[in-house]
């Protein structure tokens, strides 16, 4: 009987080790996984920012980046880092100060472009680095008056 209660004490402790090794490589690995998801997901996220155009409107800005000399890569009505890189490449060759050409849509890029869009007649509601309502506008507005349809 003694015998008998030991082993169910010793099998007892063996499972609840068991069960603990476990569940602490379980957490670790369901840690693990979502770190891993969240930087694809913000990738995905900021890879094509349009700023309110449809792919047709988006194509057009293409067309007249290139158009003006600057690569936008593919036109596929995707803004995506390639096609930003094109026109952070224009403002700063045009002297609207878009800052370093690195195909992100932050605020100095949406500056550079407020400060063109106004420089060519647009009213973007001011220049500060935010693309509100207004800057949209004006950005679809010269989609389709400022961009040549290609």
Same mark, same amino acid.
């Given at each position: 009987?003694? !015998? /008998?209660?030991?082993?169910? %004490?010793?099998? =007892? ?19 693990? %996984? ?14 094509? /920012? ?9 194509? !057009? ?11 936008? =890569?593919?036109?596929? =009505? ?13 403002? /700063?060759?045009? &002297?609207? /100060? ?13 500056? &550079? ?12 509601? =001011? ?9 949209? %506008?004006?950005?679809?507005?010269? !989609?389709?008056?400022?961009? &040549?349809?290609?």
């Amino acid at each position: 009987m003694t !015998s /008998n209660t030991l082993t169910k %004490a010793l099998l =007892g402790t063996l499972t609840a080790a068991a069960l603990s090794i476990g569940t602490l490589a379980g957490a670790t690995t369901a840690t693990a %996984a979502p770190a891993q998801q969240v930087p694809t997901q913000t990738v995905t996220i900021q890879a094509v /920012n349009n700023l309110g155009l449809t792919t047709t409107e988006a194509k !057009s800005v293409q067309c007249y980046v290139r158009d003006a000399g600057f690569s936008p =890569g593919v036109i596929d =009505g995707q803004l995506g880092s390639n096609s930003w890189k094109a026109w952070q490449r224009f403002l /700063n060759d045009r &002297g609207f /100060n878009a800052g370093t050409v690195d195909g992100v849509v932050g605020p100095n890029t949406i500056r &550079g472009l407020q400060r063109f869009l106004t420089y060519i007649g647009y009213d973007t509601g =001011g220049i500060d680095g935010i693309a509100g309502t207004k800057t949209r %506008a004006a950005w679809k507005a010269f !989609s389709y008056l400022g961009g &040549g349809w290609c």
